[in-house]
């Protein structure tokens, strides 16, 4: 599968608010979801907090990674808040029912692309743990390379993960 297969779905203030308000999102324009906590609560109450605090809701919109062949939304990402110093956050994950099938590397890559077709950003940054190599492989797939640790009080040791925007030389 590739990642043309996959399209991403900007979710609107009103999608996200919407989820915060306890709905269940059963679909989304015209999509079925594969499961109803594609957008995590906590996710979508960031990005309507981000939002209000003024960011451009580009980037705090949660992402929906749908398989148009199959008219099915199997995952969710978003950016963890405005660029800083050029870099940006990403967050992601596919339902378990779909996992392996290349919708998580599909969908970062699409993430990739927005965020450097949006201007502004020179690298992607990630964390994934130490414990969960499925993750790490997705990011290895879209050339991002390992940074570093760090200890999280919730999530435990975190593998450090960035992109960097591709120059190419002068011919």
Avoid at 2 to 16: C, N, V
Avoid at 35 to 55: F, I, Q, T
Avoid at 74 to 79: A, I, K, M, R, T
Avoid at 91 to 117: K, L, N, P
Wanted: charged content about 20%; aromatic content about 8%; proline content about 5%.
């Amino acid at each position: 599968m590739g990642h043309q297969d996959i399209e991403l779905i900007q979710l609107t203030p009103a999608e996200a608010q919407a989820i915060l308000a306890g709905g269940v999102l059963a679909e989304c324009r015209g999509y079925s979801c594969a499961a109803s906590d594609l957008v995590p609560e906590v996710v979508a109450k960031c990005a309507m907090d981000r939002h209000h605090a003024g960011n451009d809701w580009f980037w705090c919109s949660p992402r929906l990674f749908c398989d148009v062949s199959l008219e099915l939304i199997v995952g969710s990402g978003c950016f963890k808040g405005m660029p800083v110093q050029h870099k940006v956050e990403i967050g992601y994950g596919v339902v378990e029912a779909y996992a392996g099938r290349g919708y998580a590397s599909a969908g970062v890559a699409r993430m990739v692309e927005e965020a450097f077709a949006h201007g502004g950003v020179d690298a992607i940054l990630a964390e994934t743990s130490v414990h969960n190599p499925v993750s790490q492989r997705v990011l290895e797939k879209n050339t991002f390379y390992r940074t570093g640790q760090r200890e999280d009080p919730e999530d435990g040791l975190l593998v450090q993960w960035q992109r960097d925007r591709v120059i190419n030389p002068a011919p």
